[in-house]
């Protein structure tokens, strides 16, 4: 087993561990994992904040093939409402099964936030070991991102008494293709 596939099912086992569920894709494949998983799911509409990498996956297009009616402009508008949210992960952390969004773009939040049905897209070679290992990482940036966020699982809160909700601070249900480099 290479050091890329350890640190996938790691990654794999530490999600699944806090409920997100987990796919793991061929670059050719990753559109259709998506929209094959929105079928599953029975989502029928989507935000996606379109990156370079998910143009060039044509998630937009193979779910609009699915039948799933998709929005990529006035992400605000329509996050509320949209059952599903997808954006680009920058990294993965494999002893926490979570991804990190780094950068300034604001939908990318708002659909990780706002969906009740998150998708996070990550690639496989960005997933790192653990939590030193991300921070090695952001330290070895030019200049460190405005906005570095850590998504593990669906949201969680609990209140005084130890009451737990699903879903008061974001997702309900996050689920994450990592898609392979090669």
């Known amino acids: 087993m290479s050091t890329t596939d350890a640190l996938y099912e790691r990654f794999k086992a530490n999600l699944e561990a806090v409920n997100g569920e987990c796919s793991l894709a061929a670059k050719a494949d990753a559109a259709k994992v998506v929209a094959d998983l929105f079928k599953e799911k029975g989502l029928k509409t989507t935000c996606v904040a379109e990156t370079d990498f998910l143009k060039e996956l044509g998630i937009v ?4 093939d699915a039948g799933v009616e998709v929005f990529t402009d006035h992400i605000r508008l329509h996050a509320e409402t949209a059952q599903g949210g997808i954006s680009e992960a920058q990294y993965g952390i494999a002893d926490l099964g979570s991804i990190m969004q780094i950068g300034d773009e604001v939908d990318a939040r708002i659909v990780a936030t706002m969906s009740e049905d998150y998708i996070g897209i990550v690639r496989e070679s960005t997933i790192v070991d653990d ?35 699903v879903g008061v601070h974001g997702p309900l249900r996050l689920y994450v293709v990592v898609v392979q480099d090669a």
Request: net charge negative; proline share 10%; hydrophobic share 40%.
């Open 61 to 64: 297009p193979a779910l609009k």
């Open 131 to 165: 939590y030193d290992a991300m921070f090695d990482t952001l330290c070895e940036m030019p200049e460190i991102p405005n906005f570095v966020g850590f998504v593990t699982g669906p949201s969680r809160t609990a209140d005084i008494e130890c009451v737990s909700t």
